[in-house]
């Protein structure tokens, strides 16, 4: 078996959360997903699980995190190009997400940021390797 990776998310609404992960082009697995959990499929080798609070305390002794007003992670998607860039994030904001920032500009690499209802930060990327500096700037 290929490595995979599970990203969990604790969610207020998981019905909500479930459209917003469809509209930025997730699909669902049935497989792992029921009234409290939503498998989310973004490759064949990286999922989000969506879990209902409940559901998501059930695996830690710590408390959760409020995401709306601290930041818990950073999650990076890459795409093909900046248009699939620019037609993620725009379903994402019309399926309700924010942007909280800027689009960057990095030369090799285009960035976008978008935030889910819960607050969970996602940064969608396309990345030109040919465009790399060979040198990185010293700070």
Excluded at 13 to 38: C, H, I, M
Excluded at 77 to 94: A, C, K, M
Excluded at 121 to 132: A, G, H, P, V
Aim: charge should be negative; charged fraction near 20%.
């Amino acid at each position: 078996m290929s490595k995979q990776i599970f990203i969990n998310l604790a969610v207020t609404e998981l019905q909500r959360s479930l459209d917003f992960y469809t509209a930025l082009g997730f699909t669902v697995n049935p497989q792992f997903s029921d009234d409290t959990a939503k498998c989310m499929v973004w490759s064949e080798h990286i999922f989000v699980m969506l879990l209902t609070q409940q559901r998501f305390a059930s695996f830690t002794t710590k408390p959760i995190a409020d995401t709306k007003s601290k930041i818990a992670g950073l999650f990076s998607l890459s795409t093909g190009s900046i248009d699939e860039i620019n037609r993620i994030v725009t379903n994402g904001l019309h399926a309700g997400g924010t942007e909280p920032t800027e689009m960057k500009d990095y030369g090799f690499m285009q960035q976008r940021t978008i935030e889910d209802f819960d607050g969970h930060t996602w940064e969608i990327f396309y990345m030109d390797l040919s465009k790399m500096p060979t040198k990185q700037p010293v700070e």
